[in-house]
């Protein structure tokens, strides 16, 4: 079935350091590709999203590439802050899919 | 907008009680959705509506958890009976209709069941 991988966490930066998060997906079509961040005590928010092969999505800083031939949307942040630091989820949706499949989530610590 | 509302933010209760959780989408979203987090993990999908119909719900759901959004606008989910596993945060959220359309969460109901 559908499904996305996640690296684990935590990952551990200093501020301005350069951050990737990698996410690999498994999808029998062409899935639309999201990016959800959840800082501490909050709830999801979105924070970028892609929906076809090459597409980038950006937000914040953040950007993510949309890689068919990889089956990745890895996300980029050239220099990190503290205000950063939170749990990031990649997630995917199908046409013939109401719900999101989620990855399991990488907690991200930024240390001033 | 408003955004996404969950009512309440904190929920204690004794094993056995019953519970219940309100959520408001945000008002022209037609699709609303429950669900589950516990800690270090992804949501977990408990249910989704289109309106007010209610059209699928997980097969993990175990029949103590209900849930109605009686006329399309507001949603409540109802745990009966919990247990202590039922301890986890509870998520809302809604959309628009397409694939394409990112769901919009609430800050969530964290319930404790003692």
């Known amino acids: 079935g559908d499904s996305v991988t996640q690296m684990e966490g935590p990952v551990t930066l200093s501020e301005e350091a350069f951050l990737t998060i990698n996410c690999t997906y498994t999808?029998?079509?062409?899935?639309?590709l999201f990016w959800y961040v959840q800082y501490p005590g909050e709830g999801l928010q979105l924070l970028l999203k892609a929906t076809k092969a090459d597409d980038k999505g950006s937000n914040k800083g953040f950007e993510a590439t949309y890689r068919k031939e990889t089956t990745s949307f890895h996300l980029e942040k050239g220099s990190v802050q503290v205000s950063d630091s939170a749990v990031y989820f990649c997630?995917?949706?199908?046409?013939?899919?109401?719900?999101?499949?989620w990855g399991a989530g990488t907690k991200l610590i930024i240390k001033p | 907008d408003t955004g996404v509302s969950q009512d309440p933010r904190h929920k204690i209760t004794k094993r056995g009680q019953n519970v219940t959780f309100r959520c408001d989408p945000i008002?022209?979203?037609?699709?609303l959705y429950w669900y589950r987090q516990t800690l270090g993990q992804g949501p977990e999908f408990l249910t989704y509506f289109q309106n007010e119909a209610q059209l699928e719900k997980s097969r993990l759901l175990s029949d103590r958890f209900s849930a109605e959004r009686p006329k399309g606008s507001f949603s409540t989910l109802e745990i009966q009976r919990t247990e202590q596993g039922d301890s986890a945060m509870y998520l809302c959220?809604?959309?628009?209709?397409?694939?394409?359309?990112?769901?919009?969460f609430g800050n969530g109901t964290r319930l404790t069941v003692t």
């Open positions: 959220a809604s959309s628009l209709e397409g694939r394409n359309s990112p769901l919009h």
């Open positions: 997630a995917l949706s199908m046409d013939s899919n109401y719900q999101l499949i």
């Open positions: 999808a029998t079509g062409y899935p639309s």
């Open positions: 008002s022209e979203h037609n699709r």
